[in-house]
T-cell receptor, first 113, second 113 residues
């Protein structure tokens, strides 16, 4: 398994601002994923972040709104840009291991006013 | 693309009874099916998984069954305990799509003492 930490654990932000969420893994991993979980809903994949290449975004998510960095094999960041109240969600990072297992961080609970 | 349907959305059982949650998927090429438990304020926790070459897998009180022909898989929890109360998500990994997970809508399980 993998142990994943996220910072911040929660934040309250004003509309129009940006927030960068950090994800740290306790071991080197090739694949990292970012998901969004809107209130009371399931998880939706935002993008896949592999070290050394551009992130791959899912339909409905764009790089200008959710820029991602993946500087090494243990760390990634997701920025939520120009926030609106509709961006209020839990943002989760996960890491994929060789056998397809994915382990999730504790999440970042974002409220946009 | 892959679509995962999960039922029921809520499930209430008495302590000691069994609970069954069912999921169907659309992409016959999907080959990995995990189940996650999410407690309030926490990230999803992988509790059991099954691959497409296996029909059933058991781990103590939990088991998962897979019917590839019908494209459905189920989570079975026996001898339920109050600490089993949580939201459970099924997911599927489409073949050759970088390991991403497509989630079901979630089931809120309540175990009454």
């Amino acid at each position: 398994s993998a142990v994943i930490s996220q910072k911040p654990s929660r934040d309250i932000c004003q509309r129009g601002t940006s927030l960068t969420i950090q994800c740290q893994v306790d071991s080197q991993v090739t694949m990292m994923f970012w998901y969004r979980q809107q209130p009371g809903q399931s998880l939706t994949l935002i993008a896949t972040a592999n070290q050394g290449s551009e992130a791959t975004y899912e339909s409905g998510f764009v790089i200008d709104k959710f820029p991602i960095s993946r500087p090494n094999l243990t760390f990634s960041t997701l920025t939520v840009s120009n926030m609106s109240p509709e961006d209020s969600s839990i943002y989760l990072c996960s890491t994929g291991l060789a056998g397809n297992e994915q382990f999730f961080g504790p999440g970042t609970r974002l409220t946009v006013l | 693309g892959e679509n995962v349907e999960q039922h029921p959305s809520t499930l209430s059982v008495q302590e000691g009874d069994s609970a069954v949650i069912k999921c169907t998927y659309s992409d016959s090429a999907s080959n990995y099916f995990p189940w996650y438990k999410q407690e309030l304020g926490k990230g999803p926790q992988l509790i059991i998984d099954i691959r497409s070459n296996v029909g059933e897998k058991k781990d103590q009180r939990i088991a998962v069954t897979l019917n590839k022909t019908a494209k459905h898989f189920s989570l079975h929890i026996t001898e339920t305990q109050p600490e089993d109360s949580a939201v459970y998500f099924c997911a599927a990994t489409p073949y050759n799509q970088g390991g991403k997970l497509i989630f079901g809508q979630g089931t809120e399980l309540s175990v009454k003492p």
